[in-house]
C-alpha cells in the first residue's frame, strides 16, 4: 500500500470511530437523560456523565465521578460489567 492508501484509510477509520461513538452517546442520554442522584441534565454535563452498567443487564446513568461513586456504594453487592 502507499503511504496515501494508509493515510486515507486511517482517517476513514477515526471518522467512524467518532460517528459510531456519537450514536453511542446520543442513546446513553435518551437512556438516562438526568442523574439518578443530583438531577443535573447529563447531556448539559457530558464532559462527566458515566453509565454503569451492571451483569444482571441494569443501567444507571450518573453525571460526575461523586454520583458514580454514590451509585457503587449503594449497590455494593451488584457485579459490574
Do not use: W
Not at 438526568?34 to 451483569?55: H, N, P, T, V
Not at 461513586?69 to 457485579?79: G, M, P, Y
Amino acid at each position: 500500500m502507499s503511504r496515501k492508501n494508509v493515510v486515507a484509510t486511517l482517517a476513514a477509520a477515526v471518522v467512524f470511530g467518532v460517528l459510531a461513538i456519537t450514536v453511542f452517546a446520543q442513546e446513553d442520554i435518551k437512556q438516562s437523560p438526568s442523574c439518578k442522584y443530583c438531577g443535573m441534565d447529563r447531556q448539559k454535563f457530558d464532559f462527566s456523565r458515566m453509565l454503569i452498567g451492571y451483569d444482571d443487564g441494569t443501567s444507571t446513568g450518573v453525571c460526575s465521578l461523586h454520583c458514580a461513586a454514590v451509585e457503587l456504594a449503594t449497590n455494593i453487592d451488584k457485579t459490574r460489567r
